[in-house]
């Protein structure tokens, strides 16, 4: 990951998503294999991000064992050419997929459970804590804040605290803002906003293809949102966010590469 001449920071890490999962709400991105993940990291993957039960609004839930049969295969071989997270809101499936070489859980629920606050204790892995309101299949069911910058950073920041307090190194923690779970058009961009806000921890921002892209740019088919991804992918680049998971490697590589150049 390059590293501007003259400055101390960054640019973002690129985090390609694998849903194995047949009704994640992108299309293209469902079913998602091996060799899918390998030509994202050959296009310059940082983490692949494997998920096994879909979260979009309105989502059912599925069994602990058909998520692990999704995932846990897909685990055991990305592994092995390189940094995969776990995206899941079970610990029973964090930890098979820790087992099998994950290095990051990405934990859509914030740690709410005890048990996958202590398997993160435990294993020492990295971790992201995403804010959701609710559950997936309630979350879009008009969501209500007195003050959501305050209220989702806060929840957030409590959070990472209490697992530095418990002896987890601050380094290995990344906060994300939940973007679409659970917020109004307006919500989610008060809070790309105010990102700054979760500092000093580390930001993860996942906005790809998502319907807030779609409000904003009259696009309701998933498939026309790719422009209006890059729109926030270039204000994390300049905001200094620290990962953006997309489900396009290739062209937020190529953006990043793009801004970098223009300002050595």
Not at 140 to 150: A, G, I, L
Not at 185 to 205: A, F, G, K
């Amino acid at each position: 990951m390059a590293v501007f001449e003259g400055a101390d920071w960054r640019r973002p890490q690129v985090m390609g998503i694998i849903n194995a999962t047949p009704d994640s709400f992108h299309e293209a991105s469902r079913g998602g294999n091996v060799e899918s993940a390998l030509k994202m990291i050959q296009d310059g993957a940082d983490w692949i991000d494997i998920g096994g039960e879909s979260t979009r609004p309105g989502a059912d839930k599925i069994s602990i064992e058909e998520e692990v049969e999704r995932v846990i295969p897909l685990v055991e071989e990305i592994s092995k050419h390189g940094n995969v997270s776990i995206d899941t809101r079970h610990s029973e499936v964090a930890k098979l997929a820790i087992e099998a070489g994950a290095t990051m859980i990405n934990d859509v629920s914030g740690l709410r459970e005890q048990s996958m606050f202590d398997l993160v204790l435990e294993s020492g892995c990295h971790v992201c804590i995403m804010h959701m309101l609710g559950e997936p299949g309630n979350m879009q069911d008009n969501p209500q804040y007195e003050d959501v910058s305050n209220e989702v950073n806060s929840m957030l920041i409590s959070k990472a605290r209490e697992l530095v307090e418990s002896g987890h190194s601050m380094d290995k923690i990344f906060l994300d803002p939940g973007i679409g779970f659970g917020k109004s058009l307006q919500h989610n961009i008060d809070l790309l906003q105010s990102s700054s806000e979760l500092r000093p921890y580390s930001v993860l921002w996942g906005v790809s293809r998502k319907s807030m892209i779609g409000e904003i740019c009259g696009q309701a088919d998933t498939e026309n949102r790719l422009a209006g991804s890059l729109g926030v992918a270039a204000k994390a680049f300049y905001d200094r966010i620290d990962i953006i998971r997309v489900h396009d490697v290739r062209e937020h590589v190529d953006l990043f590469s793009t801004l970098e150049a223009l300002e050595r």
